[in-house]
C-alpha cells in the first residue's frame, strides 16, 4: 500500500467522524461506558473531536512527508496501549501503520470498545488495512514495542524488551504557570485544561505554580461553570474521600464543592484535586519547573508566555506531531 493510500484512509476517517450526529455520539458514548464509566458523553465527543483535527488529508502528507516512510521495512511492532482517557492510543496506531508496519496490539479492556470501533470503521474505508492490525493479549515475538504504563509498570516492560527496539513512557502530567493578573475569561480557559477528562490524562493540569500571595478566590470562582463535574459518581467519591483525608490530616486547603485545591510539591495530584506551590520570581519558578521536567508532559500559561508552553485551553487537543514524552514516534518506527 502506497502511502498516499495510507493518507487518504485515514482522511476518510476522520470525515466519517466529523459526520456523526450527537444522536450517534451518544450512542458510541453509551457503549463506551459499559466498559469505562469515566467515558462520558462529553469525554468520548472530546476525544473523537480531538482526533478529527489531524485526520486531515494536508495535514498527514505535510506531516508524514518529513519521515522516510516510502524507504522502511515492514516490522511487526507491538503496542500496550493506555486506558485512562478514550483512544488514548490511537496515534501509535496511526504512525505505526502510515509507516506500513505490522501493528500487534494489546488493547486495554477499558478502551476495547472505541478502539475497535475506529478500526473497523478505518477497514470499511481500506480493507487492506485489514492484515496490517493484530490483537493480541501478549506482545510475543514483535521486532518493536510502544508500551505506556505507570512508573512500576514501566520497569517491567523495560527489562522484559530490553533486547529489541522500545519506546517505554512512564507517568506524566502536565503543570500551568500563572502570573496573578489572568482575567475570569482567561482562567476559564486554564479550567479545561484542569477538569476536561476529569483530571485523568497526562496532559491535564494537576498542579499550578502561582506567586505568593496568590488570589485563590479570583481562580476557583472562575471555574464555577465547572461545578457539574461532582454529578459524576465516581469522581465524587473520589472528591470525598480526598477531603476526609485533608480533614483528618489538619492540611489547609481551598474548598469549591467539586475541586479541593491544596499545597504540594508533589506534581501528580490525586483525582478531584489539584496541588499548588508558590514562587518568588522568575529563576526560582524555573528552577522549580526544571528540576521535575522529565515528569511533566506540557506547560500551559496564558496565551503562552511562559517559555515552551501552550496556551491555557489547548493541552487536550494536540497537534498530531505532538508526540508524548517528546519523543519523535514516527522517528523510532522510520529507524528501526
Known amino acids: 500500500m502506497k502511502l498516499e493510500d495510507k493518507v487518504n484512509a485515514f482522511a476518510a476517517l476522520g470525515h466519517k467522524m466529523s459526520r456523526l450526529t450527537d444522536s450517534e455520539k451518544n450512542d458510541i458514548a453509551v457503549n463506551a461506558a459499559q466498559l469505562n464509566p469515566w467515558f462520558t458523553h462529553d469525554s468520548v465527543a472530546t476525544a ?30 507491538g503496542v500496550a496501549m493506555a486506558g485512562n482517557i478514550p483512544l488514548v492510543g490511537f496515534h501509535d496506531l496511526l504512525c505505526i501503520l502510515l509507516c506500513g508496519h505490522q501493528l500487534i496490539a494489546k488493547k486495554s479492556s477499558q478502551d476495547s470498545y472505541l478502539t475497535d470501533l475506529l478500526i473497523n470503521w478505518l477497514i470499511e474505508i481500506e480493507p487492506r488495512f485489514k492484515s496490517k492490525i493484530r490483537f493480541e493479549e501478549r506482545l510475543n515475538g514483535v521486532e518493536a514495542v510502544i508500551a505506556t504504563g505507570s512508573d512500576n509498570t514501566a520497569r517491567y516492560f523495560e ?13 506524566r502530567t502536565s503543570i500551568a504557570v ?21 483530571g485523568l490524562g497526562c496532559r491535564n493540569v494537576s498542579k499550578i505554580y502561582v506567586p505568593e500571595d496568590y488570589n485563590f478566590p479570583n481562580l476557583l470562582d472562575a471555574w464555577q461553570s465547572y461545578e457539574s463535574i461532582i454529578h459524576h459518581h465516581k469522581y465524587a467519591n473520589n472528591y470525598d474521600y480526598q477531603k476526609s483525608i485533608l480533614l483528618v490530616n489538619g492540611i489547609h486547603f481551598y474548598d469549591t464543592g467539586y475541586l ?12 478531584s484535586v489539584l496541588f499548588y506551590e508558590t514562587y518568588t520570581n522568575q529563576a526560582d519558578l524555573d528552577q522549580k519547573i526544571q528540576l521535575q521536567r522529565e515528569k511533566i508532559q506540557c506547560i500551559v500559561s496564558a496565551d503562552g508566555w511562559y517559555k515552551s508552553s ?14 508524548a514524552d517528546q519523543i519523535d514516534t514516527m522517528k523510532f518506527l522510520t529507524s528501526i
Do not use: C
Not at 159 to 171: D, M, S
Not at 260 to 271: D, E, G, M
Not at 310 to 323: E, H, I, K, M, W
Open 310 to 323: 501552550l496556551a491555557f485551553g489547548t493541552a487536550q487537543r494536540p497537534d498530531v506531531s505532538d508526540y
Open 178 to 198: 500563572l502570573m496573578g493578573e489572568e482575567t475570569p475569561e482567561i482562567l476559564f480557559e486554564l479550567g479545561k485544561d484542569v477538569f476536561t477528562y476529569f
Open 48 to 77: 473523537l473531536s480531538g482526533i478529527n483535527h489531524f485526520l486531515k488529508k494536508d495535514t498527514l502528507s505535510n506531516w508524514a512527508a518529513q519521515y522516510p516512510i516510502e524507504h522502511q521495512k515492514s516490522k511487526t511492532v
Open 159 to 171: 527489562y522484559y524488551f530490553r533486547t529489541i527496539p522500545h519506546i517505554i513512557r512512564k507517568n
Open 260 to 271: 479541593l485545591t491544596t499545597a504540594s510539591k508533589n506534581l501528580v495530584s490525586p483525582i
